[in-house]
């Protein structure tokens, strides 16, 4: 009945305790190895090269190398393998999903025999991330649990009239966790002996993807000096899908056989950047160049609701409590980007490239007209810090025939845990008949992350390592 009147008088206070994260603000600075098939064969290393489309997301100036005008699309599959590390125990789960990497349309103007060889723009789209996963966590753990966190929590929220709608009170009203006393005081303790055994599982089931829309436009400076600016209009769609379960409970006490947690969002963004660079031909077979790219400024909207389930084998018999809608609007800027690359020819038979690039994804921040993130923007600052990312493709030409190779070495963001690296290897094929392209790649990239499945100060993480393998296709034209 106590239950019941405190849930009749409360008021619902929309936020979501798990929106806007310094996780989230990582993994929408972050871009793959995407785009056109030559590009993605080379592991990404097109700084210094040019004349390719997906470049012109990292170097634009690589527009003023085309000679003719070219239309290409790139279809992708893409499989993705977590491997989950947690308590002992070892869980894999895998996803696969269909989708087009890039379409990209180039108009090159005449070349001329003024100083000014010619100025060429294009329109199109690269994909820059996949977030199509899911993942599998499981474990025993004596040392605590998520409804620690909850109670940890409430007594910082005090009186029941305060406590979070989307997750502590919810707990609340399914019995988890009781006031210590009778008189609504904002204190609260767990109805679970946590130090006891119990089984934690999760599964996250994420979906959705980023991209770019490209507006570039190039020139040449006598074919020796290659300028281009990007207007990029990046969007980003992510939906996840998470369910926690705490069961096999060794305190009986309480008669709490399991309980579910169940969190829902789905986060949607567009943005504006601008991305400037430059190519300097130093002699016949060797390029160097140069890329700055500013902030991304998007302006984000989530939409969020949780539940939560607890089966008792006594009169409490099933506990249901879903959370009200939520929905928030943000705004994010992502880290400044600055890159150098440099690019051999061999005697026309292939060539070598690399690319250096460097992100401070300490320096993103969130922030709203109603909400000036000071915590979550804290905590963005001292978990992460500066990356350089490092990528190396070649090509060897047997005329119509390309081969290719590549490897990027993506340096980790957080302070901590320098360890957690980004590596991938690549490989392709191409027939390049000068009007006609068709080109192939395969992309494996592995990378290690962790995941706290609740307070990072309650629970210690699980290890996550994504095997990832792409394969796309290039058809182009050029006219």
């Known amino acids: 009945m106590q239950k019941l009147l405190f849930s009749l008088l409360s008021v619902s206070l929309f936020y979501y305790s798990n929106a806007q994260t310094e996780i989230d603000a990582l993994r929408y600075s972050k871009t793959d190895i995407m785009g056109t098939a030559r ?16 470049a012109l997301s990292y170097n634009p100036a690589g527009i003023g190398f085309y000679q003719f005008s070219e239309l290409t699309v790139t279809p992708s599959i893409f499989n993705n393998t977590a491997t989950s590390y947690f308590a002992g125990e070892k869980n894999t789960d895998e996803s696969m999903r269909f989708n087009f990497s890039n379409f990209g349309y180039l108009v090159a103007s005449q070349k001329n025999d003024k100083q000014w060889k010619r100025i060429n723009m294009a329109f199109g789209y690269n994909r820059l991330a996949n977030y199509k996963n899911r ?9 605590s649990s998520l409804i620690d966190h909850f109670v940890a929590n409430a007594n910082t929220q005090g009186v029941i009239n305060n406590l979070n709608s989307f997750a502590e009170l919810l707990a609340w009203n399914s019995y988890l966790f009781n006031p210590i006393d009778t008189i609504d005081n904002g204190n609260y303790i767990s109805n679970l002996n946590s130090s006891l055994s119990k089984r934690q ?3 996250i089931e994420s979906n959705g993807n980023s991209g770019e829309y490209v507006f570039t436009i190039g020139t ?13 209009m990046p969007n980003i769609d992510y939906r996840e899908k998470s ?25 949607s963004g ?17 390029k160097v160049g140069g890329a700055l790219h500013s902030p991304t400024f998007y302006e984000m909207e989530d939409e969020y609701s949780t539940a939560i389930r607890a089966n008792f084998n006594d009169t409490l018999d099933v506990k249901y409590e879903a959370s009200p809608f939520g929905y928030f609007n943000y705004e994010l800027k992502t880290p400044w980007k600055t890159m150098g690359s440099i690019a051999i020819n061999i005697r026309k038979q292939g060539l070598i490239t690399a690319d250096i690039e460097m992100i401070d994804y300490a320096s993103a921040k969130f922030n709203s007209d109603t909400e000036k993130f000071t915590e979550v923007n804290k905590l963005i600052n001292t978990t992460y810090q500066k990356a350089t990312n490092i990528r190396i493709g070649g090509e060897l030409k047997y005329k119509p025939f390309r081969i290719r190779a ?4 993506y340096g980790s963001p957080y302070k901590e845990n320098t360890e957690l690296e980004t590596k991938s290897y690549t490989f392709g094929l191409g027939i390049d008949r000068g009007y006609f392209i068709l080109d192939f790649a395969y992309i494996q990239s592995e990378r290690s992350d962790e995941h706290f499945m609740y307070s990072a100060k309650l629970i210690a993480p699980a290890t996550v390592v994504s095997t990832t393998h792409q394969f796309l296709f290039t058809l182009g034209l050029r006219y």
């Open 201 to 203: 599982e999760k599964i």
């Open 270 to 286: 567009n943005g504006f950047n601008l991305k400037v660079g430059a190519i300097a031909r130093l002699n016949d077979w060797i």
């Open 39 to 54: 590009f993605s064969a080379m592991a990404g290393a097109y700084g210094g090269l040019g004349a390719d489309f997906t």
């Open 243 to 267: 369910t926690y379960t705490e069961s096999e409970f060794a305190d009986t006490a309480t008669h709490l056989q399991s309980f579910e947690y169940h969190e829902e969002f789905s986060t």
């Open 135 to 143: 993942t599998y966590i499981n474990g025993y753990n004596s040392n």
């Open 406 to 409: 590549g490897y990027a070495l």
């Open 220 to 232: 040449s400076f006598e074919d020796k000096i290659y300028l281009g600016a990007t207007i990029g």
